[in-house]
Protein backbone atom coordinates (compact mmCIF):
# COMPACT_ATOMS: atom_id res chain seq x y z
CA UNK A 1 0.00 0.00 0.00
CA UNK A 2 1.56 3.05 -0.70
CA UNK A 3 1.77 6.09 1.51
CA UNK A 4 2.52 4.11 4.67
CA UNK A 5 5.37 6.45 5.48
CA UNK A 6 2.66 8.53 6.65
CA UNK A 7 -0.02 6.25 8.11
CA UNK A 8 3.15 4.28 9.65
CA UNK A 9 3.58 7.18 12.33
CA UNK A 10 5.50 6.34 15.33
CA UNK A 11 2.98 5.36 17.89
CA UNK A 12 3.85 3.50 21.32
CA UNK A 13 0.27 3.26 22.23
CA UNK A 14 -1.00 1.08 18.82
CA UNK A 15 -0.59 -1.84 20.99
CA UNK A 16 -2.40 -1.04 23.81
CA UNK A 17 -5.38 0.49 21.86
CA UNK A 18 -8.74 0.35 23.78
CA UNK A 19 -10.84 -2.14 23.26
CA UNK A 20 -13.46 -2.02 20.11
CA UNK A 21 -16.66 -0.64 21.12
CA UNK A 22 -19.28 -1.41 18.86
CA UNK A 23 -20.60 1.69 17.32
CA UNK A 24 -24.58 0.79 17.27
CA UNK A 25 -26.27 2.67 14.73
CA UNK A 26 -29.57 2.63 16.19
CA UNK A 27 -30.65 4.99 18.99
CA UNK A 28 -26.87 6.46 18.88
CA UNK A 29 -26.15 9.36 20.61
CA UNK A 30 -24.69 12.74 18.32
CA UNK A 31 -21.24 11.98 18.92
CA UNK A 32 -21.22 8.20 18.51
CA UNK A 33 -23.52 8.87 15.20
CA UNK A 34 -20.35 11.70 14.52
CA UNK A 35 -17.64 9.22 14.65
CA UNK A 36 -19.43 6.39 12.89
CA UNK A 37 -19.99 8.60 9.96
CA UNK A 38 -16.34 10.19 9.97
CA UNK A 39 -15.62 5.97 9.98
CA UNK A 40 -17.82 5.77 7.07
CA UNK A 41 -16.09 8.73 5.17
CA UNK A 42 -12.66 7.23 6.25
CA UNK A 43 -13.03 3.55 5.44
CA UNK A 44 -14.42 4.23 2.05
CA UNK A 45 -11.11 5.92 1.12
CA UNK A 46 -9.11 3.25 3.02
CA UNK A 47 -10.55 0.46 1.42
CA UNK A 48 -10.79 1.80 -2.51
CA UNK A 49 -7.42 2.49 -1.59
CA UNK A 50 -6.14 -0.27 -0.39
CA UNK A 51 -8.13 -2.00 -3.58
CA UNK A 52 -6.20 0.45 -5.87
CA UNK A 53 -2.93 -0.36 -4.80
CA UNK A 54 -3.25 -3.73 -5.52
CA UNK A 55 -2.95 -2.88 -8.94
CA UNK A 56 0.85 -1.36 -8.47
CA UNK A 57 3.09 -2.79 -10.65
CA UNK A 58 0.42 -4.76 -12.39
CA UNK A 59 -1.34 -2.17 -14.43
CA UNK A 60 -1.52 -2.64 -18.41
CA UNK A 61 0.75 0.15 -19.25
CA UNK A 62 3.25 2.16 -16.88
CA UNK A 63 0.98 5.40 -17.24
CA UNK A 64 -2.21 3.60 -16.15
CA UNK A 65 0.08 2.33 -13.01
CA UNK A 66 1.09 5.07 -11.90
CA UNK A 67 -2.67 6.83 -12.31
CA UNK A 68 -3.98 4.12 -10.42
CA UNK A 69 -0.85 4.69 -7.52
CA UNK A 70 -1.54 8.43 -7.53
CA UNK A 71 -5.13 7.36 -7.17
CA UNK A 72 -4.68 5.68 -4.23
CA UNK A 73 -2.47 7.63 -2.58
CA UNK A 74 -4.68 10.61 -2.57
CA UNK A 75 -7.55 8.06 -0.89
CA UNK A 76 -5.26 7.10 1.72
CA UNK A 77 -3.70 10.73 2.18
CA UNK A 78 -8.04 11.05 3.02
CA UNK A 79 -8.57 8.50 5.03
CA UNK A 80 -5.99 9.63 7.11
CA UNK A 81 -7.47 12.99 7.73
CA UNK A 82 -11.22 11.36 8.24
CA UNK A 83 -10.03 8.48 10.62
CA UNK A 84 -7.69 11.38 12.74
CA UNK A 85 -10.91 13.45 12.97
CA UNK A 86 -12.85 10.19 14.45
CA UNK A 87 -10.17 9.62 16.71
CA UNK A 88 -10.09 13.05 17.66
CA UNK A 89 -14.16 13.28 18.12
CA UNK A 90 -14.48 9.94 20.26
CA UNK A 91 -11.86 10.99 22.40
CA UNK A 92 -10.30 7.51 23.54
CA UNK A 93 -6.77 8.17 22.35
CA UNK A 94 -7.28 6.38 19.26
CA UNK A 95 -5.77 7.31 16.10
CA UNK A 96 -6.03 7.09 12.52
CA UNK A 97 -3.65 4.50 12.57
CA UNK A 98 -5.08 2.67 15.37
CA UNK A 99 -8.71 2.30 13.75
CA UNK A 100 -7.25 1.92 10.45
CA UNK A 101 -5.08 -1.50 11.63
CA UNK A 102 -6.96 -2.36 15.06
CA UNK A 103 -10.66 -2.89 14.03
CA UNK A 104 -12.26 -6.30 12.71
CA UNK A 105 -14.36 -6.28 9.37
CA UNK A 106 -17.51 -5.79 11.71
CA UNK A 107 -16.52 -2.07 12.46
CA UNK A 108 -15.63 -1.28 9.28
CA UNK A 109 -18.40 1.63 8.21
CA UNK A 110 -17.46 1.42 4.09
CA UNK A 111 -20.21 0.61 1.35
CA UNK A 112 -19.90 -2.67 -0.29
CA UNK A 113 -19.15 -1.57 -3.59
CA UNK A 114 -15.07 -0.41 -2.76
CA UNK A 115 -14.88 -3.66 -1.10
CA UNK A 116 -15.71 -5.69 -4.08
CA UNK A 117 -12.26 -6.85 -6.35
CA UNK A 118 -10.50 -5.49 -8.48
CA UNK A 119 -11.44 -7.95 -11.38
CA UNK A 120 -10.16 -6.72 -14.68
CA UNK A 121 -8.92 -3.19 -15.31
CA UNK A 122 -12.53 -1.91 -16.70
CA UNK A 123 -13.84 -3.56 -13.38
CA UNK A 124 -11.93 -1.62 -10.96
CA UNK A 125 -12.59 1.70 -13.54
CA UNK A 126 -16.15 1.05 -13.38
CA UNK A 127 -16.01 0.70 -9.58
CA UNK A 128 -13.94 3.79 -9.35
CA UNK A 129 -15.93 5.86 -11.50
CA UNK A 130 -19.13 4.94 -9.99
CA UNK A 131 -17.58 5.96 -6.59
CA UNK A 132 -16.10 9.33 -7.96
CA UNK A 133 -19.32 10.40 -9.08
CA UNK A 134 -20.80 9.55 -5.74
CA UNK A 135 -17.74 11.03 -4.22
CA UNK A 136 -17.65 14.56 -5.56
CA UNK A 137 -21.31 15.36 -4.47
CA UNK A 138 -21.03 14.52 -1.43
CA UNK A 139 -17.64 16.54 -0.72
CA UNK A 140 -19.07 19.61 -2.84
CA UNK A 141 -22.00 19.75 -0.25
CA UNK A 142 -19.94 18.92 2.77
CA UNK A 143 -17.87 21.98 2.03
CA UNK A 144 -21.02 23.51 3.57
CA UNK A 145 -21.17 21.70 6.60
CA UNK A 146 -21.74 22.72 10.57
CA UNK A 147 -18.41 21.43 11.35
CA UNK A 148 -15.46 23.26 10.08
CA UNK A 149 -12.92 20.48 10.72
CA UNK A 150 -15.47 18.58 8.31
CA UNK A 151 -15.67 21.13 5.42
CA UNK A 152 -11.74 21.65 5.39
CA UNK A 153 -11.20 18.28 4.44
CA UNK A 154 -14.13 18.51 1.99
CA UNK A 155 -12.37 21.40 0.24
CA UNK A 156 -9.17 19.87 0.29
CA UNK A 157 -10.27 16.66 -0.77
CA UNK A 158 -12.85 17.58 -3.51
CA UNK A 159 -9.51 18.72 -5.55
CA UNK A 160 -8.13 15.85 -5.79
CA UNK A 161 -11.35 13.91 -5.80
CA UNK A 162 -12.29 16.06 -9.30
CA UNK A 163 -9.36 14.69 -11.00
CA UNK A 164 -10.07 11.04 -10.28
CA UNK A 165 -13.43 11.65 -11.08
CA UNK A 166 -11.90 13.20 -14.71
CA UNK A 167 -10.02 10.55 -15.37
CA UNK A 168 -12.53 7.43 -14.60
CA UNK A 169 -14.91 9.11 -16.60
CA UNK A 170 -12.42 9.65 -19.73
CA UNK A 171 -11.51 6.15 -19.20
CA UNK A 172 -14.86 4.50 -18.70
CA UNK A 173 -15.72 6.67 -21.95
CA UNK A 174 -13.16 5.46 -23.70
CA UNK A 175 -13.13 2.16 -23.57
CA UNK A 176 -17.48 1.43 -23.48
CA UNK A 177 -16.70 3.55 -26.47
CA UNK A 178 -13.82 1.32 -27.61
CA UNK A 179 -13.55 -2.18 -29.40
CA UNK A 180 -16.12 -4.99 -29.22
CA UNK A 181 -13.93 -6.55 -26.75
CA UNK A 182 -13.65 -3.07 -24.39
CA UNK A 183 -17.25 -2.39 -24.69
CA UNK A 184 -18.27 -5.93 -23.53
CA UNK A 185 -15.98 -6.04 -20.39
CA UNK A 186 -17.59 -2.48 -19.50
CA UNK A 187 -20.69 -3.71 -19.79
CA UNK A 188 -20.37 -6.36 -17.72
CA UNK A 189 -18.32 -4.60 -15.33
CA UNK A 190 -21.68 -2.26 -14.86
CA UNK A 191 -24.13 -5.33 -14.87
CA UNK A 192 -21.52 -6.79 -11.91
CA UNK A 193 -21.30 -3.69 -10.18
CA UNK A 194 -24.63 -1.74 -10.40
CA UNK A 195 -26.43 -3.48 -7.20
CA UNK A 196 -23.74 -1.89 -5.35
CA UNK A 197 -24.59 1.36 -5.78
CA UNK A 198 -27.76 1.71 -4.20
CA UNK A 199 -26.07 2.12 -0.85
CA UNK A 200 -24.25 4.88 -1.83
CA UNK A 201 -28.05 6.69 -1.26
CA UNK A 202 -29.61 4.72 1.34
CA UNK A 203 -29.49 6.86 4.77
CA UNK A 204 -30.06 5.34 8.23
CA UNK A 205 -30.28 6.84 12.08
CA UNK A 206 -27.04 8.24 11.78
CA UNK A 207 -27.45 9.84 8.81
CA UNK A 208 -30.29 11.47 10.20
CA UNK A 209 -28.83 12.73 13.30
CA UNK A 210 -25.81 14.46 10.41
CA UNK A 211 -28.56 15.75 8.83
CA UNK A 212 -30.33 16.90 11.69
CA UNK A 213 -27.02 18.42 13.42
CA UNK A 214 -26.41 20.41 10.18
CA UNK A 215 -22.79 17.97 9.42
CA UNK A 216 -23.68 16.24 6.21
CA UNK A 217 -26.39 16.04 4.11
CA UNK A 218 -28.63 13.23 3.65
CA UNK A 219 -27.58 10.10 1.05
CA UNK A 220 -30.69 9.89 -0.67
CA UNK A 221 -30.36 14.22 -1.69
CA UNK A 222 -27.15 13.18 -3.75
CA UNK A 223 -29.06 10.77 -6.13
CA UNK A 224 -30.09 13.13 -8.48
CA UNK A 225 -26.91 14.43 -9.40
CA UNK A 226 -25.15 11.61 -9.28
CA UNK A 227 -27.99 9.88 -11.82
CA UNK A 228 -27.13 13.03 -14.38
CA UNK A 229 -22.98 12.26 -14.10
CA UNK A 230 -23.62 8.65 -14.33
CA UNK A 231 -26.15 9.00 -17.25
CA UNK A 232 -24.25 11.46 -19.37
CA UNK A 233 -20.93 9.18 -19.10
CA UNK A 234 -23.14 6.02 -19.89
CA UNK A 235 -24.71 7.84 -23.07
CA UNK A 236 -21.06 8.68 -24.32
CA UNK A 237 -19.70 5.46 -23.71
CA UNK A 238 -22.95 3.51 -25.52
CA UNK A 239 -23.20 1.47 -22.30
CA UNK A 240 -26.59 0.30 -21.17
CA UNK A 241 -27.92 0.90 -17.27
CA UNK A 242 -28.79 -2.11 -16.12
CA UNK A 243 -32.75 -2.39 -15.78
CA UNK A 244 -32.47 -4.27 -12.40
CA UNK A 245 -33.51 -2.80 -9.28
CA UNK A 246 -32.45 -4.83 -6.37
CA UNK A 247 -29.62 -3.64 -4.47
CA UNK A 248 -26.88 -4.74 -1.72
CA UNK A 249 -26.52 -2.96 1.43
CA UNK A 250 -25.24 -3.29 5.01
CA UNK A 251 -21.57 -2.12 4.57
CA UNK A 252 -22.49 1.08 6.51
CA UNK A 253 -23.25 -1.02 9.63
CA UNK A 254 -20.43 -3.46 9.27
CA UNK A 255 -22.01 -6.52 7.31
CA UNK A 256 -19.58 -7.16 4.89
CA UNK A 257 -18.79 -9.50 2.33
CA UNK A 258 -16.11 -12.16 2.71
CA UNK A 259 -13.94 -9.60 0.64
CA UNK A 260 -13.11 -7.06 3.38
CA UNK A 261 -11.74 -10.17 5.76
CA UNK A 262 -9.25 -10.40 2.75
CA UNK A 263 -8.24 -7.41 2.58
CA UNK A 264 -7.98 -6.66 6.21
CA UNK A 265 -5.72 -9.81 6.22
CA UNK A 266 -3.26 -8.49 4.23
CA UNK A 267 -3.48 -4.70 5.05
CA UNK A 268 -3.57 -5.59 9.03
CA UNK A 269 -0.96 -8.11 9.15
CA UNK A 270 1.59 -6.31 10.34
CA UNK A 271 0.60 -4.71 13.36
CA UNK A 272 -1.81 -7.71 14.72
CA UNK A 273 2.03 -9.59 14.13
CA UNK A 274 4.20 -6.93 15.54
CA UNK A 275 2.15 -4.72 17.69
CA UNK A 276 3.07 -1.40 17.46
CA UNK A 277 6.15 -2.11 14.65
CA UNK A 278 7.25 0.80 13.27
CA UNK A 279 10.12 1.76 10.53
CA UNK B 1 18.29 30.71 22.47
CA UNK B 2 20.24 30.95 25.11
CA UNK B 3 20.12 35.32 24.18
CA UNK B 4 17.24 36.96 25.03
CA UNK B 5 16.93 38.37 21.39
CA UNK B 6 14.99 35.96 19.06
CA UNK B 7 15.46 35.91 15.32
CA UNK B 8 13.04 38.04 13.43
CA UNK B 9 10.40 36.77 11.41
CA UNK B 10 11.76 37.80 7.86
CA UNK B 11 15.16 35.87 8.81
CA UNK B 12 13.26 33.00 9.66
CA UNK B 13 11.57 32.82 5.81
CA UNK B 14 14.79 33.46 4.75
CA UNK B 15 16.37 30.11 6.03
CA UNK B 16 12.92 28.39 5.11
CA UNK B 17 13.64 29.81 1.69
CA UNK B 18 16.47 27.75 1.26
CA UNK B 19 14.53 24.38 2.30
CA UNK B 20 14.11 22.65 -0.98
CA UNK B 21 11.69 20.45 -1.59
CA UNK B 22 12.14 16.66 -1.09
CA UNK B 23 10.37 15.62 -4.60
CA UNK B 24 11.22 18.57 -7.03
CA UNK B 25 14.39 20.18 -5.09
CA UNK B 26 14.93 23.25 -7.88
CA UNK B 27 12.02 24.86 -5.60
CA UNK B 28 12.25 25.70 -1.97
CA UNK B 29 8.99 25.20 0.34
CA UNK B 30 8.53 29.26 -0.20
CA UNK B 31 8.22 29.33 -3.21
CA UNK B 32 5.92 26.24 -3.13
CA UNK B 33 4.13 28.55 -0.95
CA UNK B 34 3.16 26.05 1.38
CA UNK B 35 4.48 27.88 4.41
CA UNK B 36 1.70 29.59 5.49
CA UNK B 37 2.96 31.77 8.97
CA UNK B 38 5.92 32.12 11.04
CA UNK B 39 5.19 33.41 14.33
CA UNK B 40 6.74 33.79 17.68
CA UNK B 41 4.35 32.29 20.73
CA UNK B 42 6.55 33.48 23.63
CA UNK B 43 9.63 31.88 22.56
CA UNK B 44 8.34 29.36 20.97
CA UNK B 45 8.78 29.58 17.15
CA UNK B 46 5.34 28.16 15.15
CA UNK B 47 5.93 27.59 11.95
CA UNK B 48 2.29 26.00 10.00
CA UNK B 49 2.29 24.71 7.45
CA UNK B 50 -0.51 23.58 4.59
CA UNK B 51 0.06 19.66 3.00
CA UNK B 52 -0.31 19.83 -0.78
CA UNK B 53 -2.10 16.90 -1.78
CA UNK B 54 -2.95 15.01 1.60
CA UNK B 55 -1.75 11.94 0.59
CA UNK B 56 1.70 13.44 -0.61
CA UNK B 57 4.52 11.28 1.03
CA UNK B 58 7.20 13.80 1.05
CA UNK B 59 4.61 15.92 3.62
CA UNK B 60 6.68 14.34 6.54
CA UNK B 61 10.08 14.82 5.07
CA UNK B 62 8.91 18.31 4.66
CA UNK B 63 8.15 18.79 8.13
CA UNK B 64 11.60 16.89 8.97
CA UNK B 65 13.85 19.22 7.16
CA UNK B 66 11.69 22.38 7.90
CA UNK B 67 12.70 21.03 11.88
CA UNK B 68 16.27 19.97 10.84
CA UNK B 69 17.00 23.49 9.06
CA UNK B 70 15.54 25.69 12.11
CA UNK B 71 17.05 23.68 14.76
CA UNK B 72 21.10 23.99 12.63
CA UNK B 73 19.96 27.63 12.66
CA UNK B 74 19.80 27.39 16.63
CA UNK B 75 16.14 27.19 17.13
CA UNK B 76 15.31 25.32 20.08
CA UNK B 77 11.57 25.53 21.06
CA UNK B 78 10.10 24.76 18.16
CA UNK B 79 6.32 23.91 17.07
CA UNK B 80 4.76 22.68 13.48
CA UNK B 81 1.07 23.37 12.73
CA UNK B 82 -1.05 21.89 10.10
CA UNK B 83 -3.28 24.03 8.47
CA UNK B 84 -5.81 22.36 6.28
CA UNK B 85 -8.30 25.48 4.92
CA UNK B 86 -7.81 27.27 2.54
CA UNK B 87 -6.20 24.29 0.89
CA UNK B 88 -2.97 24.86 -1.25
CA UNK B 89 -3.77 26.03 -4.47
CA UNK B 90 -0.77 26.01 -6.96
CA UNK B 91 -2.15 29.86 -7.79
CA UNK B 92 0.63 30.19 -4.80
CA UNK B 93 3.24 28.68 -6.38
CA UNK B 94 5.75 31.88 -6.71
CA UNK B 95 7.06 33.33 -9.99
CA UNK B 96 10.35 32.75 -8.94
CA UNK B 97 9.68 28.96 -8.40
CA UNK B 98 7.20 28.89 -11.65
CA UNK B 99 10.88 30.11 -13.53
CA UNK B 100 13.05 27.50 -11.71
CA UNK B 101 10.54 24.67 -12.32
CA UNK B 102 10.25 25.77 -16.44
CA UNK B 103 14.58 25.52 -15.94
CA UNK B 104 14.31 22.30 -14.32
CA UNK B 105 11.84 20.90 -16.81
CA UNK B 106 8.43 20.66 -15.50
CA UNK B 107 6.06 23.27 -17.13
CA UNK B 108 4.71 25.07 -14.55
CA UNK B 109 0.83 25.14 -13.75
CA UNK B 110 -1.69 26.93 -15.90
CA UNK B 111 -4.09 29.07 -13.32
CA UNK B 112 -7.58 28.75 -12.95
CA UNK B 113 -7.33 25.16 -15.23
CA UNK B 114 -7.88 23.21 -12.17
CA UNK B 115 -10.50 20.05 -12.50
CA UNK B 116 -13.64 20.55 -10.75
CA UNK B 117 -15.14 17.57 -11.21
CA UNK B 118 -17.56 19.28 -13.49
CA UNK B 119 -18.12 17.08 -16.82
CA UNK B 120 -18.17 20.57 -18.75
CA UNK B 121 -14.44 20.95 -18.48
CA UNK B 122 -14.04 17.20 -19.91
CA UNK B 123 -16.38 18.40 -22.97
CA UNK B 124 -14.41 21.37 -23.71
CA UNK B 125 -11.25 20.19 -24.20
CA UNK B 126 -12.65 16.88 -26.26
CA UNK B 127 -14.14 20.10 -28.63
CA UNK B 128 -10.74 21.78 -28.41
CA UNK B 129 -12.30 24.52 -26.10
CA UNK B 130 -10.36 24.60 -23.52
CA UNK B 131 -7.97 27.19 -22.37
CA UNK B 132 -5.16 24.51 -21.14
CA UNK B 133 -2.51 25.40 -23.17
CA UNK B 134 1.00 23.97 -21.85
CA UNK B 135 4.37 24.84 -23.50
CA UNK B 136 6.87 22.55 -23.67
CA UNK B 137 9.53 23.51 -21.27
CA UNK B 138 12.39 22.38 -23.53
CA UNK B 139 11.57 24.20 -26.88
CA UNK B 140 8.72 26.45 -26.28
CA UNK B 141 6.77 24.65 -28.86
CA UNK B 142 2.62 25.04 -27.78
CA UNK B 143 2.11 21.54 -29.58
CA UNK B 144 1.84 19.33 -27.12
CA UNK B 145 -0.42 16.49 -25.98
CA UNK B 146 -1.17 14.84 -22.36
CA UNK B 147 -0.05 11.44 -22.42
CA UNK B 148 -1.91 10.89 -18.79
CA UNK B 149 -3.35 12.84 -16.03
CA UNK B 150 -1.26 11.53 -13.08
CA UNK B 151 2.80 11.99 -13.64
CA UNK B 152 5.32 10.71 -11.13
CA UNK B 153 4.37 12.45 -8.32
CA UNK B 154 0.19 13.18 -7.29
CA UNK B 155 0.70 16.71 -8.19
CA UNK B 156 2.26 15.97 -12.07
CA UNK B 157 0.63 14.97 -14.92
CA UNK B 158 2.47 13.52 -18.52
CA UNK B 159 2.97 15.74 -21.51
CA UNK B 160 4.91 15.08 -24.90
CA UNK B 161 6.12 17.83 -27.22
CA UNK B 162 4.75 16.84 -30.49
CA UNK B 163 7.90 18.64 -32.71
CA UNK B 164 10.60 17.85 -30.17
CA UNK B 165 9.28 15.09 -29.63
CA UNK B 166 10.58 15.29 -25.74
CA UNK B 167 8.45 13.67 -23.01
CA UNK B 168 7.45 15.98 -20.15
CA UNK B 169 6.39 16.92 -17.12
CA UNK B 170 3.13 19.69 -16.33
CA UNK B 171 2.60 20.63 -12.76
CA UNK B 172 -1.12 20.66 -13.00
CA UNK B 173 -3.32 23.07 -11.57
CA UNK B 174 -5.00 22.16 -7.89
Redesign the interface.
Known amino acids: M??L??VM?ADADLARAPGIRTMAAKGAAPSDAFVDWLCRMGDNCLVLGHRVSEWCGHSPVL??D??LA??A??????T??WLGLAGEVEGKGRTADNLAYLRDAAQFRNVLLVERPNGDFGQTLMRQFLFDAWH?EML?ALQASSD?RV???A?????????H???S??LVIRLGDGTEESRARMQKALNLLWPYTGELFLGDAVDQAMVEAGIAPAPESLKAAWDR?VA??LAEATLVKPEGTFQHKGGKQGRHTEALGFILADMQFLQRAYPGGTW | MSSAVLPDIQMVRDWLAQVPDPEIPVISLTDLGIIRDVEWQDDTLVVTVT?T?????A??VINLDIEAALRAKGIQKLRLERQ????W?TDWITAEGREKLRAYGIAPPVDGT????R?A??IARLAGTSNLVIACPRCGSTRTEK????????CKA?YRCTDCLEPFDYF?C?
Open positions: PSTDTEEIANTLDLIGQQLMRKAEIAKAAKEVAYLERADTEV | PYSGCPTSLSPPTAADGLGRVSQFGSTPSKI
